[in-house]
């Protein structure tokens, strides 16, 4: 721990001990709550049990294809099983992950305000993600069989399919506006409660990054939203809209769907970007390498992150010249990204590191980003496109953006912050063992479907010709180291909430407002606001210390 | 940062929004008389161009655009230029041979 | 941002009207994105369809459809004067206006039920075997028809039923001559059923 001298000064109540409503303790002192940090714990909670459930889903799919022909489930469960380990993934835990979990907790505090700006909307977006969850559990149990569709809905057959497609839909659906209400919400009190001398570039740079979220969340969520209700009329009024038999164009359903779906993927990755720009200057002891153009690398991302949707497409039939834009700007997309991996990069020289689990997550971050991102651009290449369309290299290039990227900037944010909301230590050592088996399993889950897919395993088939047998190997026996380093990771993150020891008020030396709070904050965050004339990243200190002590 | 400041009202006064909506309607009747008239394929772009106007103004005094800060106005242009990337791309696909 | 006084008032008040504002317009932008969505597929299947678009068109009731757009830009106009009238004080003014506006609503609504009653009586809704004989582009006009103008109407009464709450929030007190953000909100959603129709109108009558 970097501080072991920091007095464990006498604790006042925490936002933990003193309830926001009339019921002092049990559940419904949570779930009543508007506090923005006990919300904060509620997405916690919910989103993990979803987590857990997709993990188990994606087991069984992995476990299914480690021989070829039927291994353990029908092709029909093989089906509804990606699809629910789709929607659930993305609309139930890595769209939620970092903005409801840590945005909730930390945006307030971190701009020196007491709550988020309309607390009762807060409470509400997490009862829209609870009732868009009972739908997604609702489609799986539900007599009918759940969604055999893919995550992505495409139609016609999401029109003519016989399975609960409905209820998966109202999820989407519901889910969606949870996400607007929650970006909303953002946006307003990022605009209206920063603390007085905070100005726009005095804000954390995750701060910045939950700014460009939530204004994706806001514009484009309500397109699959329009989307996905279409869809729905169409299955239950026979509405012509997207049916080719009634006229419609199955591409125009595949256009909208990609205009929200494609932004959605810098909702789950922009968050994850502004972690690691929060962990990095902390765990290297230097100020921030190119503040300003990080967090103008968010708005540029966020931009142009919404002109690219249609290189999902490239294969679909589009016109020529719509192929060729989009080609393009996905090009132009790169820049951006790649100067946030270059300013990280350049915080951490001569810095002096202390390799600590938060860290070493993010470094996992950095390395699985860079390799989904460049992946993504092979992707994006319109004539590399046409080999590699549908096989399993888009499977690992995604994974290794969203679960590589995001998956771990939210494994990151855990590491960093759940001491700080439960005032409690894990353990170091398990921790950092726990993150080594993570990272193993996970590169050798997804990095053998790179391999296949060029060699040409198509993505979604349940049965494969021999000769892809030994990736499919590779790649299940993966999944399973993956799991175990994950039940190591959690169970240690929980018994160190329960039991741990208790963590000081900033254990790993951050210059941000929240750890100048107490552990865990007390419930409106601050007595009186602290100085903020500093500004987020201040380790003049630090780097004079270092001076004095050589 | 003046976003912070400015908490009093502004009042508009009855006639105001009657002169308003007396040019809203007025517009109407234009556009419902244009349509009648054939112009090809300036008949959509004359109608179009007729409801931006009335837009305009039931955004700037109905709505009291005109009366708000710049984060308003920025906030607008923010969404409606969102919206005509969404529809303009969308003909790089439509407007060109498949 | 200088005065810290103001910044206290911030912080201590719960009470935020420019905020409330602000974040009631990005709602707004969400509404409006959400009605985007369908003016983006009826962009696309106009562009495909030109001729079918105009055929179909002319079986809708150009008069109903003046009739709504004047109601709605009438009670448009009420909504708005109803915040001018609460600025003033004039409570009775106020709440009269915003019945006006409700009626006006249910002067749509009801010419709505007619239009859709004729159009299902003719056998044009979605499934019928008179609409699925047509031209494929005419069943996606008056696919579109439905959606786009069920969709507004469904506004129109999420609209009213606002304004009921708002009523009682007057009623109540809660709503005031120097605390009416709620009203101002309430009108604001209004006004965007209003422009939304202000397209919808040229869009699917005025095609010919």
Known sequence: MAKAAVPVEKLEPSYLDVSTNKYKKGILSWILSVDHKRIGILYLVSMMAFFCVAVFFGFLIRLELIAPGKTIIEAQMYNQLFTLHGIIMIFLF?????????????????????????????????????????????????????????????????????????????????????????????????????????????????????????????????????????????????????????????????????????????????????????????????????????????????????????????????????????????????????????????????????????????????????????????????????????????????????????????????????????????????????????????????????????????????????????????????????????????????????????????????ETLEWKVQTPPILENFHEVPDVHAGPYDYSKYEAKKETTK | MSEHQHQESHVIEYGNYIFIWLGLLAFTGITVTVSGINLGNWTIVIALFIACIKSWYVLNYFMHMKYEEMVFKIFILTALFTFFIFLGFTFWDYSFAR | MSSTDHAAAVHQVHRDDYGSRLGMWLFLFTELILFGGLFIVYAVYRFMHQQEFHLAAQELNTTIGLINTIALLTSSMTAAMSITAMQKGNLRFSKWLIWVTIGFAFVFMVNKYFEWSAKIHHGIFPGSKDLLAKPDGEILYFGLYYVMTGLHTFHVIVGVIFFLFILRQIKQGKITSDRYVRLENSALYWHLVDLIWIFLFPLFYLIH
């Open chain 1, 94 to 510: 890595i769209i939620p992950g970092l903005p409801a979990v840590f945005g909730n907790f930390f945006l307030p505090i971190m701009i020196g305000a007491k709550d988020v700006i309309f607390p009762r909307v807060n409470l509400m977006s997490w009862y829209m993600f609870a009732i868009g969850g009972l739908f997604a559990v609702a489609s799986m149990l539900l007599p009918g069989g759940s969604a055999d569709t893919g995550w992505m809905f495409y139609v016609p057959y999401s029109v003519r399919t016989t399975t609960n497609v409905l209820p998966a839909l109202t999820a989407a659906f519901i889910l969606g506006f949870s996400s607007i209400l929650t970006g909303l919400n953002f946006i307003t009190t990022i605009h209206r409660m920063r603390h007085p001398d905070m100005s726009w570039f005095k804000m954390p740079l995750f701060v910045w990054s939950l700014y460009a979220t939530a204004w994706i969340q806001v514009l484009a969520t309500p397109i699959i939203g329009i989307t996905l209700v279409l869809v729905g009329i169409e299955r239950i009024l026979g509405v012509g809209i997207f049916d080719p038999a009634l006229g419609g164009d199955p591409v125009l359903y595949q256009h909208l769907f990609w205009i929200y779906s494609h932004p959605a993927v810098y909702i789950m990755i922009l968050p994850a970007m502004g972690i690691a720009s929060e962990i990095i200057p902390v765990f290297s002891r230097r100020a921030i390498f190119g503040y300003k153009y990080i967090a103008f690398s968010s708005l540029a991302i966020a931009f142009f992150g919404s002109l690219v949707w249609a290189h999902h497409m490239f294969t679909a039939g589009m016109s020529d010249a719509a192929q060729f834009v989009f080609s393009f700007i996905t090009f132009v997309l790169s820049i951006p990204s790649a100067i946030k991996v270059f300013n990280w990069l350049s915080t951490m020289y001569k810095g002096s590191i202390k390799a600590d689990p938060p860290f070493l997550y993010i470094m996992s971050f950095i390395f699985q980003f860079s390799i989904g991102g460049f992946t993504g651009l092979m992707l994006g290449a319109l004539s590399v496109n046409i080999h590699l369309q549908d096989t399993s290299f888009v499977v690992a290039h995604f994974h290794y953006v969203m679960f590589g990227g995001t998956g771990f900037g939210i494994f990151a944010a855990m590491h960093y912050w759940l001491p700080k909301m439960f005032g409690r230590m894990y353990n170091l050592k398990v921790a950092t063992w726990a993150w080594a088996i993570v990272t193993i399993g996970y590169n050798a889950l997804y990095m053998p479907m790179f391999v296949m897919g060029y060699l040409g395993m198509p993505r979604r088939y349940y049965d494969y010709l021999p000769e892809f047998q030994p990736y499919h190997v590779a790649s299940t026996i993966g999944s399973w180291i993956l799991i175990i380093g994950l039940i190591i990771m959690f169970t240690n993150l929980y018994i160190g909430i329960r039991r741990g020891p208790k963590a000081p008020m900033n254990p790993w030396g951050g």
